[in-house]
Nanobody, 125 residues
Framework: VQLQASGGGLVQPGGSLRLSCVAS????????VGWFRQGTGKEREGISC????????RYSDSVKGRFTISIDNAKNTVYLEMNSLEPDDTATYYC???????????????????WGQGTLVTVSS
């Protein structure tokens, strides 16, 4: 069972990146998948979630309107499209899933306990 996040890098403020999270050893179908981030000296923050069951989504206020989460069940992959990036978005981004929660309710972050390695996003000029 493994999740692998990729797609991070250095981008200028206002730029865009797309992160990918590929699952291996299990399928993402029917359960929630989320993205977290943690900047240096900051607490880990749940920023986006998608239900593999029905495609419903949840976003934190900090990224709402700028980030879009999507899923390709055929590829067993979740994506995070990040637009209008700001220096405060600089962080290591992680994807996580669960074999308990199917929907992205307000407390889904507590159930996302199957983690992958992170990918670093740096927003700087």
């Amino acid at each position: 069972v493994q999740l692998q996040a990729s797609g991070g890098g250095l981008v200028q403020p206002g730029g865009s990146l797309r992160l990918s999270c590929v699952a291996s050893g299990f399928t993402l179908d029917s359960y929630a998948v989320g993205w977290f981030r943690q900047g240096t000296g900051k607490e880990r923050e749940g920023i986006s979630c998608i239900s593999s069951k029905d495609g419903s989504t949840r976003y934190s206020d900090s990224v709402k309107g700028r980030f879009t989460i999507s899923i390709d069940n055929a590829k067993n992959t979740v994506y995070l499209e990040m637009n209008s990036l700001e220096p405060d978005d600089t962080a290591t981004y992680y994807c996580a899933t669960t074999n308990i929660a199917r929907m992205c309710g307000p407390y889904v972050w507590e159930y996302l306990d199957i983690w992958g390695q992170g990918t670093l996003v740096t927003v700087s000029s």
